[in-house]
């Protein structure tokens, strides 16, 4: 599991790596978000240039869109949309949605929900490259506000994909 309490903010300097080596190599990202409500979109076009990688996206929180939009499996809502099968399927939905080569996707919940037993807000993402390998981790994020948590997971999202793109 991932817990990021000092990396909070995306900063410049990654979104100027992740875009030079979006661009070095000719490949296009589209984002599917729920969680995160357009900020991985936000971010990945924070950068000037952003026309040339990013391809668009689509902020989805109802499962019935997450169904009809991406392409995920309506099975999804046995765990309230939030697992990493919904998030891989939400990255795979994005690429073809899109027409490009790479998709990222965030899901989870951005405060505590007694009702489902979410004491502490957590959340997925999930990359899915060209050759459709799959990166995926959880972030989980205490004693936060709801955007604080939303920004968290953003950036881990891309930082998992900047991550993917180097190879590590």
Known sequence: MNT????TEWTEAEGAELKALLIG??????AA???????VQALLSAVSGASGYLAGGVTAYRGDLKVSLLGVDP?????????EQVVTEMALGARWKFGCEIGVATTGYAE?????DVAVPFAWWAVCGPDEAVRAGRVEVANATRTEVQARVAAAALRGLLAALKGK
């Not at 990021?4 to 990396?7: D, G, K, Q, S, V």
């Not at 978000?33 to 900020?39: C, F, H, P």
């Not at 099975?75 to 697992?83: F, H």
């Open 33 to 39: 978000e729920s969680l995160t409500a357009g900020r």
């Open 25 to 30: 190599r000719g490949l296009r990202v589209a």
């Open 4 to 7: 990021e309490p000092e990396r």
């Open 75 to 83: 099975a999804g809502v046995r765990d309230n949309w939030v697992s």
């Open 112 to 116: 505590p929900d007694a009702a489902r």
